[in-house]
């Protein structure tokens, strides 16, 4: 989110919500939700806090209105357009912060204001998917479906990367890997064999309530979970599980750091490879078959913050294997410079944790030929 301007305090400008909207998205994305007091908002738009709740009545009610603006205006940024795809990517450069604020702090409002929330985001899905099969009458629904879905998940990818391009360059890139997107014949796409879930050991406690402890953080977040839900929905008595982790926020970090270590050990396995594309290829499928295996590790990894004091360590992990990727695509294409890498690295792996995050999207048949027809598509391999 763009930081807005603050009009001098005492002044009241017309446009103070849209203000407030702009400086909230903006502290939001770049503290996170639980980090930014009412009070942070007030001051960045130089007003009190009590002339902030006389346009919202709390930091939900911004929340929400920052997102929701985002979706109205990228909803109403493509409606009429000729060029569907440059509009889209217009727009979401304006919200950049929205991927953020969808993905990581969304989850802290109650669940009736999700639901406002996913109205307008599952409608454009389905606009998307209605304008796909109007261009491709061969496209079965299913098909329409996901492909709007990637091409929404590439296009929020860009919030999850700090390339910094010439607006026009900016737009003609995004458009180019959407456009090449919707033209992807899934119907053509590999048979690949989507690995089965692995199940903790019954035997292990410590397995069993680290299992509880991601499915619970997935489906609610870690600070609406209790350490006695953990243990509860582990079988194990509530004292018994400090014989195994210290506190709620150790099993968390467990969750993580094992996480991290899985995908980098599928990261080793590719660097064998002989060749820079043989391992690219070797990392899209092992990322695909994890994600798809391991959903729920996969959101406690994209919504939850590492706790301190390995959050450091945990980023250069991320910033690590990252850039890990972005190599081994810049070998495989060589005329590729490092911000297009970077960028099309960034909408392989949202659009593969997002497809994996999103229940019917990962049990269609055939998911993980289709995503490794899309991964290729995205890396322009």
């Not at 001051?43 to 929340?63: C, D, M, N, T």
């Not at 590790?297 to 360590?313: I, K, Q, S």
């Not at 229940?359 to 289709?370: N, Q, S, W």
Request: proline share 6%.
């Amino acid at each position: 989110m763009a930081a807005p301007t603050s009009p001098p305090r005492g002044t009241r400008p017309r446009n103070r919500r849209e203000l407030i909207i702009a400086a909230a998205g903006d502290l939001f994305v770049r503290d996170g939700y639980s980090r930014v007091a009412m009070s942070d908002i007030a001051e960045a738009v130089a007003i009190g806090p009590s002339a902030l709740y006389r346009h919202f009545r709390g930091k939900q009610e911004l929340l929400g209105a920052v997102v929701l603006d985002a979706f109205s205006t990228i909803g109403a940024a493509v409606d009429g357009s000729a060029d569907v795809c440059a509009a889209l990517a217009d727009a979401v450069l304006d919200h950049r912060g929205l991927g953020v604020l969808w993905q990581r702090e969304c989850r802290h409002l109650d669940p009736e204001e999700q639901e406002k929330l996913v109205a307008p985001l599952v409608g454009l899905a389905v606009w998307l998917a209605a304008t796909l099969r109007d261009r491709r009458r061969e496209l079965t629904a299913e098909h329409a479906d996901l492909l709007a879905w990637t091409v929404l998940g590439a296009l929020m990818s860009v919030s999850f990367q700090r390339v910094e391009l010439p607006r026009p360059e900016y737009v003609a890139l995004l458009r180019a890997v959407v456009t090449a997107v919707a033209d992807v014949d899934l119907a053509a796409a590999p048979a690949v064999a989507t690995p089965a879930e692995s199940a903790p050991d019954p035997e292990s406690r410590r397995e069993l309530l680290l299992d509880a402890a991601i499915r619970l953080f997935a489906e609610r977040g870690f600070d609406g979970v209790a350490i006695e839900e953990i243990a509860a929905a582990a079988g194990i008595a509530g004292p018994s599980i400090y014989h195994h982790f210290a506190s709620k926020r150790e099993l968390l970090l467990t969750a993580m750091l094992d996480g991290a270590e899985q995908l980098d050990l599928g990261l080793t396995k590719a660097l064998e490879k002989p060749s820079p594309d043989a391992a690219l290829g070797e990392l899209l499928g092992s990322y695909a078959g994890y994600s798809l295996t391991h959903h729920a590790v996969v959101e406690v990894l994209v919504a939850e913050v590492a706790p301190e004091p390995e959050r450091h360590r945990m980023r250069q992990a991320q910033h690590d294997y990252i850039a890990a990727w972005v190599r081994l695509l810049r070998e495989t294409r060589p005329g590729m410079g490092p911000q297009e890498a970077r960028v099309r690295v960034q909408a392989v792996l949202t659009v593969l944790n997002d497809v994996s995050r999103t229940p019917h999207l990962r049990a269609l048949p055939g998911i993980a030929g289709y995503l490794r027809a899309l991964g290729v598509t995205l890396l322009a391999l």
